[in-house]
């Protein structure tokens, strides 16, 4: 049952998979507001850096 379940998600992933530019750019965006925020991996966290 889990695989058939997994199958069928990754099925629809692909069909529905987004334009790889339009990730890459939404990564740049959160690691810019990220940078802005001084949070880094295992940083602090949201409150802590508002």
Do not use: C, D, F
């Not at 990564?27 to 602090?44: F, L, M, P, Q």
């Amino acid at each position: 049952m889990q695989t058939r379940a997994l199958h069928a998600y990754l099925r629809w992933r692909n069909a529905n998979a987004r334009h790889p530019g339009v990730l890459v750019a939404e990564r740049k965006e959160r690691a810019r507001i990220r940078s802005e925020k001084g949070i880094r991996w295992g940083g602090r966290s949201l409150a802590a850096a508002a």
